[in-house]
Structure formats: structure tokens, C-alpha cells
């Protein structure tokens, strides 16, 4: 059974900083394709941060770049989500989903597309006040 669990939402202030977790069991770890999507109230969920765990290749929306840093524990088969310089605007639910690429991903390719992944977790609230 697979199962995607998030953990390390919370509240803080701006310019405050949350690490996100996502444990992942129930597939194989390798040849899939993690990512942490956000959906506010009233909007559409986002893509934010994805990597591709057999190369670690990694790719970010432009709202985040410089700011959050996604890696793993390839080992533990678990996903992180470094959240830096917080701003309002990131307060969502933070969602973790995982998607097999057995043959790897195109080039120049964002795979931040929500319909792109078929495993989500539950999500873990992130608040951000001003």
C-alpha cells in the first residue's frame, strides 16, 4: 500500500523558516519523481519543488527559488522540503506526491503539473503571518 506522510507544518512568522518531511513506503523508492505541491484557499493547487530520486535532479517554481530547498534521504525513501524567508503569500497546505519515470525525464521538462503525479499524502498546513 502506498503511503505518502508529511510532517513539520506549523505557524510562523515572516521571514521565518519550516522543514517539511515526506516519508514515503509501499513502491520502490527509485525511478520516481517527488514532489511538494501547495493549494491556498480558493486557488488552484501548485507545483513547487520536484526531484527525480535516482539522479536527484531538482526543479522549483519561480516564486521559490532562493528561498526553499528540496532534497532527500535516499535511504529512508523520504523528501524534504527546506522552506527559508517565508512570506504570507506561502501560507497553503503543503501536499507531498510521488510519480513513477521509470525511463527517466525529458529534458528541460518542469513535471510540476499536479495531473502529472498519481500518489499524493494528506497534506500539512503551513501559516505564514505578517
Known amino acids: 500500500q502506498v503511503q505518502l506522510v508529511e510532517s513539520g507544518g506549523g505557524s510562523v512568522q515572516a521571514g521565518g523558516s519550516l522543514r517539511l518531511s515526506c516519508a514515503a513506503s509501499?513502491?520502490?523508492?527509485?525511478?520516481?519523481?517527488m514532489g511538494w505541491f501547495r493549494q491556498a484557499p480558493g486557488k488552484e493547487r501548485e507545483g513547487v519543488a520536484r526531484?527525480?530520486?535516482?539522479?536527484?535532479?531538482?526543479y522549483y517554481t519561480d516564486s521559490v527559488k532562493g528561498r526553499f530547498t528540496i532534497s532527500q534521504d535516499y535511504a529512508k525513501g523520504t523528501v524534504y522540503l527546506q522552506m527559508n524567508s517565508l512570506k504570507p503569500d506561502d501560507t497553503a497546505m503543503y501536499y507531498c506526491?510521488?510519480?513513477?519515470?521509470?525511463?527517466?525525464?525529458?529534458?528541460?521538462?518542469?513535471?510540476?503539473?499536479?495531473?502529472?503525479?498519481?500518489?499524493w499524502g494528506q497534506g500539512t498546513q503551513v501559516t505564514v503571518s505578517s
Open positions: 526531484i527525480y530520486t535516482s539522479t536527484g535532479h531538482k
Open positions: 509501499g513502491f520502490p523508492y527509485a525511478r520516481h519523481l
Open positions: 506526491a510521488a510519480a513513477q519515470k521509470e525511463y527517466g525525464l525529458a529534458s528541460g521538462k518542469a513535471y510540476l503539473d499536479s495531473v502529472e503525479y498519481n500518489y
